[in-house]
Antibody, heavy 122, light 111 residues
C-alpha cells in the first residue's frame, strides 16, 4: 500500500524559506518510471503543479517557480524535500506530495498525501 | 493561471447524467497528451478518478467515464448520487510550458 505524508511548518514569515518533507512508503523512488510530485492549492483556488523528481534524480519545475524552487530526495530515508525561497503571502496554500508511475499512466498522480497547510504571514 | 479551462460549477438531480468539460489547446490536450481527472471533497486531498483519458482505477464506479476529442476532454457521471457532490479537476501536460497543468476545478452540486 502506497502512502505519502507531508510535514513542515504551518506558519512562515515573508521572505523566509519554506522546507517541506514528503515521507513515503510502499514504493521505491529508485524504481524505473517512478516519481514524486508536488502540487499546491491556495484556499478556495485551483490546484497548481510545482515540480517533480524522478527515479533517476531528474527534476522538473514549474516555469513560474523555477528560480525559487528546489526538490531533492533521500532515497535511503524514503523522503522527498521541497524548498521554496523568498516566500510571499501568495504562497499560502495546502501543499501536497503525490506518487507518479509513468508505466501505468503517463503524467498521472495516483496516490496523494493528505496535504499540509502553510500560511505565509508576518 | 490555469492551463486548462473548466466551468466553475455544474449541477444535476439524483439519477441524472452530468458532464464536465476541460478545454485545452494545441500545446496540451491537442498535442495528444493524456488527460486525468481527480475528485476532491472539502478538506481532503484529491483522489484519482480517471487516468489516461478514459481509464478507471480500481474502486471507482463505472458511473464515471472520461473522453477526449481534439483540444478538449470530458468527464461524465451517470446515475448521479448525493455522494458525488465534490470538486472535479482535470490535468494534462503542456509542452510549451514543459509542465503539468490543471484546470480550475468544477464544483458539482447534486440538487
Amino acid at each position: 500500500q502506497i502512502t505519502l505524508k507531508e510535514s513542515g511548518p504551518t506558519l512562515v514569515k515573508p521572505t523566509q524559506t519554506l522546507t517541506l518533507t514528503c515521507t513515503f512508503s510502499g514504493f521505491s523512488l529508485s524504481s524505473t518510471n517512478v516519481g514524486v510530485g508536488w502540487i499546491r492549492q491556495p484556499p478556495g483556488e485551483a490546484l497548481e503543479w510545482l515540480g517533480l523528481i524522478y527515479w533517476d534524480d531528474d527534476k522538473r519545475y514549474s516555469p513560474s517557480l523555477e528560480s525559487r524552487l528546489t526538490i531533492t530526495r533521500d532515497t535511503s530515508e524514503n523522503q522527498v524535500v521541497l524548498t521554496l525561497t523568498t516566500l510571499d503571502p501568495v504562497d499560502t496554500a495546502t501543499y501536497y506530495c503525490a506518487h507518479r508511475d509513468d508505466s501505468t499512466g503517463w503524467g498521472v498522480y495516483d496516490i496523494w498525501g493528505q496535504g499540509t497547510m502553510v500560511t505565509v504571514s508576518s | 493561471q490555469s492551463g486548462l479551462t473548466q466551468p466553475p460549477s455544474v449541477s444535476g438531480a439524483p439519477g441524472q447524467r452530468v458532464t464536465i468539460s476541460c478545454t485545452g489547446s494545441s500545446s496540451n490536450i491537442g498535442a495528444h497528451y493524456d488527460v486525468h481527472w481527480y475528485q476532491q471533497f472539502p478538506g481532503t486531498a484529491p483522489r484519482l478518478l480517471i487516468y489516461g483519458n478514459n481509464n478507471r482505477p480500481s474502486g471507482v464506479p463505472d458511473r464515471f467515464s472520461g473522453s477526449k476529442s481534439g483540444t478538449s476532454a470530458s468527464l461524465a457521471i451517470t446515475g448521479l448520487q448525493a455522494e458525488d457532490e465534490a470538486v472535479y479537476h482535470c490535468q494534462s501536460y503542456d509542452r510549451s510550458l514543459s509542465a503539468s497543468v490543471f484546470g480550475g476545478g468544477t464544483k458539482l452540486t447534486v440538487l
